[in-house]
């Protein structure tokens, strides 16, 4: 079993659309918990982390930890093209943030 | 602006060439990391340095080479005994290895064998 594993989509959505975007993980020492974006042809970039069990709200995304069912979720509301992208979840291990493989996303104007 | 340099941007290899990856920081990070990105692959760690003169083999190292001589740089050569080397080749760094602390990446060398 991966340590991360994560739905590669891709997913299409239309503009304005709630968009789910979710990772499982088997690490239960796992206790910090972010989602990077990344645009094509660049390199990710932090979106948001939480700590923990919890949701974590910021702006039109929000981040959401289960650590009892070891599920990590990102939502986005109200959809944009701009947020077509491709999304990772990463987690803290010991020495070095352990990926998901990445969600792409496409949001239809 | 603080931040990551890769360089080049784009960089062809001919086949059994050694090639180098550039990756400069003035974010005064200790951390660096390179990965290499191939479709439906995800983020795959090659090598990782978290002091200067420092380094540890990643997931995939065979056939890379690294040096960490100075703080903010942390090049990558791609040897000839790499067998597929086409790929999208990331460069991050970070100011520490537990807690909250993400990475910032740089823009990308996307690496082409012709």
């Known amino acids: 079993q991966k340590e991360v594993e994560q739905d590669p989509g891709p997913l299409s959505v239309p503009e304005g659309a709630i968009v789910s975007l979710n990772c499982t993980y088997s690490?239960?020492?796992?206790?910090?918990f972010m989602w990077y974006r990344q645009y094509s042809r660049k390199g990710p970039e932090l979106l948001m982390y939480?700590?923990?069990?919890g949701n974590k709200e910021d702006g039109r995304f929000t981040a959401q930890v289960d650590k009892s069912s070891k599920y990590i979720s990102l939502f986005i509301r109200d959809s944009q093209p701009s947020d077509s992208a491709t999304y990772l979840c990463?987690?803290?291990?010991?020495?070095?943030?352990?990926f998901g493989k990445g969600t792409k996303l496409t949001v239809n104007p | 602006d603080g931040g990551i340099t890769q360089s080049p941007k784009y960089l062809f290899r001919k086949e059994g060439q050694n090639v180098t990856l550039s990756c400069e920081q003035n974010?005064?990070?200790?951390?660096m990391y390179w990965y290499r990105q191939d479709p439906g692959q995800g983020l795959r760690l090659i090598y990782y340095?978290?002091?200067?003169?420092?380094?540890q083999k990643g997931d995939i190292a065979e056939g890379y080479s690294v040096s960490r001589e100075k703080k903010e740089s942390f090049p990558l050569t791609v040897t000839s005994a790499q067998k597929n080397p086409t790929a999208f080749y990331l460069c991050?760094?970070?100011?520490?290895?537990?807690?909250?602390?993400?990475?910032?990446f740089g823009s990308g060398t996307r690496l082409t064998v012709v």
């Open positions: 340095s978290q002091i200067v003169n420092d380094f």
């Open positions: 991050a760094s970070t100011a520490g290895t537990g807690g909250n602390y993400g990475y910032t």
């Open positions: 990463a987690m803290r291990g010991p020495e070095k943030l352990v």
């Open positions: 939480t700590y923990s069990s």
């Open positions: 974010l005064n990070h200790d951390a």
């Open positions: 690490n239960s020492a796992f206790q910090y």
